[in-house]
C-alpha cells in the first residue's frame, strides 16, 4: 500500500501565519491613596519587564487610574478597552495585566469577558505569575484567580458591610455627596476636605439649588430652571435637574440601600420636607404615561382639576367623531364633564367655569392705589434674587476681564502663537458681550419698577382674559400660581372648589369682599403689607406680559 499517496488529505495550512506580537496593557487601583503610592507605576513596569522578556511590543494602554472593580462596566477605561477590543480589526496578540484582581471582582461575569477575548484571538496574561490563557492549563489557572478575586471581594464586604451599615444607621452620608453639597470627613478622596468627623455643608452650587427647588415648587418648568441657573452661573443638564428632584438627600433624608427605612441625617437640608413633598405631587401629574403636549391648548387642565369623590385627577380625552373634548375621572363612574360650551350643551363646560372662578380674584378698581403700594413693596424685597443674578454675572464679567488680560500677557511673552491668541481673544469678547447684555437687561428691570407693577395690576384686573387667550404653556403657569394643588370639582353641581390659593391673590379676594359697599376715602387696608410677601412666586412677566 503507499501510503504516502494520502498525505495530500492532510489538514495543513497551506501558509504559516504572520506572528502577531503586539500587545495591551490595563493597570488599576481602587482609590487615589493606591495611585499616589506608585503602585500604577508598579504594575506598568511588571507589564514592560513581562513583554521585553517575551519578544512582545506594547502598542496601547488603558487604565492608569483609581476605579473601583465592584462593577466592570461602571469603570470607563475598562469599557473603553472592551469596546475598542471589539471594534477594531487589528486585534492585540494579548492584554498584560499585573494581577487578576486588577483586571476584575465580578467573578462569572469576568470569566465570560476573558472566555469572549479568547474567541476573538485575543489572551489574558498575568505579568506577575506569568500565567496566561494561552493553553488549557493557563485559561483554568486565569479562571481560579478571577473566582479567588470574587470571593477576596465578598469576604471584604461580609466584614465591612456591618460597619458601613452603623455608619449610616448614625446620620452619616455614605458616597459621593450629591451636587450641592461638599462633604468632608475621613472617607474623602479629596485631602482638602478631610476631617476626623463627618460633616456635609451647602456650598455655594446648592445655595443656588435651593432656589431651583423654589422655582419647581411655584411650577416653573425645568428648561426654563435650567436657563435661569445658568445666568447666575450654575450649569446642570436637564437630566441631572430631573434626578435632584428625585432625591431626598436635598431635605434632609437618608434613603441608603443599607438602611431598613428612611431616617433623618446629619446634614443641613437645602429645602423643608414640605417642600419637598409638593414638587413630588407636581412630578406625580406626569407618571403613568401622562405627558402634556405643548401644541395640544384643547385641555390645558388636564391633571389640574380633581374628582370630588375620590380627589383624583381628571384626564382630557377627545371624540374625534364629535370633534368635542372633554375630562373624566378614570374611578369614579359617570364624572365627566364637557372641556367648552356647545349650541347643544345645555350646562357650562370645564373652561368657561374655570374662567368664572379666577374671575372671583380679579382685583376692582376701588383696590388699585393701596395694591400698588403693597406690590412696590413686595416686589422690591423680591428683588433681592434680581440682586444675586447681578451679584452673579459682575462676578463672572471680572473673571473673563481676568481671563483676557493673561491671554494678551501669554501673546506678549510669546506662549501662544497669533492665531491661537484671535481666536481664543474673540470667543473672551464674545462671553463678555453677553455678560454685559444680560447685566444691561437686569438694570432695566429694577429701572422700569413702576411699569412692571402696572402690568401686574393689569394682569390682576384680567387674570381670567390671560388665562382665556394664553396658549398652553401660559395656562398651566398660570393655573399652577393661582392653585397650586390644583382645584376640585363637583361635577352635579358644575362648581369649582378651591385648595390652597396663592396668597396674593386669596387677598384680593378677601379685600374685595370686606370693602364691598365702601367709599374710596373710607378703605381700610392692611395695615402691614408685608405680610403678602410670602406670595413669591407671583411672577406675572413670564405670562407674556
Given at each position: 500500500m503507499n501510503i504516502d499517496y494520502f498525505e495530500k488529505f492532510l489538514n495543513k495550512e497551506i501558509q504559516e501565519k504572520e506572528v502577531n506580537n503586539e500587545v495591551w496593557i490595563y493597570t488599576r487601583v481602587s482609590s487615589k491613596d493606591q495611585e499616589s503610592n506608585s503602585s500604577l507605576q508598579n504594575q506598568k513596569e511588571?507589564?514592560?519587564?513581562?513583554?521585553?522578556?517575551?519578544?512582545?511590543?506594547?502598542?496601547?494602554?488603558?487604565?492608569?487610574?483609581?476605579?473601583?472593580?465592584?462593577?466592570?462596566f461602571t469603570r470607563k477605561e475598562f469599557k473603553k478597552l472592551t469596546d475598542e477590543l471589539r471594534s477594531t480589526k487589528n486585534k492585540p496578540y494579548a492584554i498584560l495585566i499585573y494581577i487578576m484582581s486588577r483586571f476584575s471582582r465580578s467573578g462569572g461575569n469576568s470569566i465570560g469577558l476573558v472566555n469572549e477575548f479568547r474567541e476573538i484571538g485575543v489572551?489574558?496574561?498575568?505579568?506577575?505569575?506569568?500565567?496566561?490563557?494561552?493553553?488549557?492549563?493557563?485559561?483554568?489557572?486565569?479562571?481560579?484567580?478571577?473566582?479567588?478575586?470574587?470571593?477576596?471581594?465578598?469576604?471584604?464586604l461580609k466584614s465591612t458591610i456591618p460597619g458601613l451599615k452603623r455608619f449610616v444607621e448614625n446620620g452619616n452620608y455614605l458616597g459621593y455627596a450629591p451636587k450641592g453639597f461638599t462633604l468632608y470627613g475621613t472617607r474623602t478622596v479629596d485631602f482638602r476636605y478631610r476631617a476626623e468627623k463627618q460633616r456635609m455643608v451647602i456650598n455655594e452650587d446648592g445655595k443656588l439649588i435651593k432656589k431651583a427647588w423654589?422655582?419647581?415648587?411655584?411650577?416653573?418648568?425645568?428648561?426654563?430652571?435650567?436657563?435661569?441657573?445658568?445666568?447666575?452661573?450654575?450649569?446642570?443638564?436637564?437630566?441631572?435637574?430631573?434626578?435632584?428632584?428625585?432625591?431626598?438627600?436635598y431635605c434632609g433624608i437618608s434613603t441608603n440601600k443599607l438602611l431598613d427605612k428612611p431616617i433623618k441625617g446629619n446634614w443641613s437640608a437645602i429645602i423643608s420636607e414640605k417642600?419637598?413633598?409638593?414638587v413630588q405631587r407636581i412630578l406625580d401629574q406626569y407618571k403613568s404615561g401622562y405627558k402634556i403636549e405643548r401644541t395640544n391648548n384643547e385641555r390645558p387642565l388636564t391633571k389640574h382639576i380633581h374628582c370630588s369623590e375620590c380627589n383624583k385627577p381628571l384626564t382630557g380625552y377627545k371624540i374625534k367623531k364629535k370633534e368635542l373634548?372633554?375630562?373624566?375621572?378614570?374611578?369614579?363612574?359617570?364624572?365627566?364633564?364637557?372641556?367648552n360650551d356647545t349650541k347643544r350643551s345645555i350646562n357650562k363646560g370645564a373652561h368657561e367655569l374655570y374662567s368664572e372662578l379666577l374671575s372671583t380674584y380679579k382685583l376692582q378698581n376701588i383696590l388699585v392705589e393701596p395694591f400698588r403700594k403693597v406690590l412696590k413693596e413686595i416686589f422690591t424685597q423680591m428683588g433681592g434674587e434680581n440682586n444675586s443674578i447681578r451679584e452673579a454675572l459682575k462676578k463672572k464679567l471680572k473673571e473673563h476681564e481676568i481671563k483676557r488680560e493673561k491671554l494678551a500677557d501669554k501673546f506678549i511673552d510669546d506662549l501662544i502663537d497669533k492665531e491661537i491668541y484671535n481666536k481664543l481673544r474673540g470667543k473672551?469678547?464674545?462671553?463678555?458681550?453677553?455678560?454685559?447684555?444680560?447685566?444691561?437687561?437686569?438694570?432695566?428691570?429694577?429701572?422700569?419698577?413702576?411699569k412692571f407693577i402696572n402690568k401686574t395690576i393689569d394682569f390682576s384686573q384680567n387674570i381670567n382674559k390671560y388665562w382665556d387667550l394664553g396658549d398652553l404653556e401660559s395656562r398651566i403657569k398660570l393655573q399652577n400660581l393661582?392653585?397650586?394643588?390644583?382645584?376640585?370639582?363637583?361635577?352635579?353641581?358644575?362648581?369649582?372648589?378651591?385648595?390652597?390659593?396663592?396668597?396674593?391673590?386669596?387677598?384680593?379676594?378677601d379685600l374685595t369682599?370686606?370693602?364691598e359697599g365702601q367709599k374710596k376715602d373710607e378703605l381700610v387696608f392692611l395695615t402691614n403689607p408685608s405680610s403678602l410677601v410670602a406670595g413669591k412666586g407671583f411672577e406675572p412677566m413670564t405670562f407674556g406680559l
Open positions: 511588571y507589564a514592560e519587564k513581562y513583554a521585553k522578556n517575551n519578544g512582545l511590543v506594547i502598542t496601547k494602554g488603558f487604565g492608569h487610574t483609581y476605579e473601583s472593580a465592584r462593577g466592570d489572551h489574558i496574561i498575568e505579568t506577575q505569575s506569568g500565567v496566561g490563557t494561552q493553553t488549557e492549563m493557563g485559561e483554568f489557572q486565569i479562571y481560579q484567580k478571577l473566582l479567588e478575586a470574587r470571593k477576596e471581594n465578598m469576604d471584604r423654589d422655582w419647581k415648587a411655584n411650577g416653573e418648568r425645568d428648561f426654563i430652571i435650567v436657563k435661569k441657573l445658568e445666568k447666575l452661573g450654575l450649569i446642570i443638564p436637564k437630566q441631572t435637574l430631573s434626578s435632584i428632584w428625585r432625591n431626598p438627600t417642600k419637598f413633598m409638593k373634548n372633554y375630562y373624566r375621572c378614570q374611578t369614579c363612574r359617570g364624572v365627566s364633564i364637557n372641556a473672551i469678547y464674545k462671553q463678555i458681550i453677553e455678560i454685559k447684555r444680560e447685566l444691561n437687561e437686569s438694570e432695566n428691570k429694577i429701572s422700569n419698577l413702576d393661582m392653585f397650586p394643588e390644583g382645584v376640585v370639582l363637583d361635577v352635579e353641581k358644575r362648581q369649582y372648589l378651591t385648595k390652597k390659593t396663592n396668597l396674593i391673590f386669596s387677598a384680593i379676594k369682599r370686606i370693602t
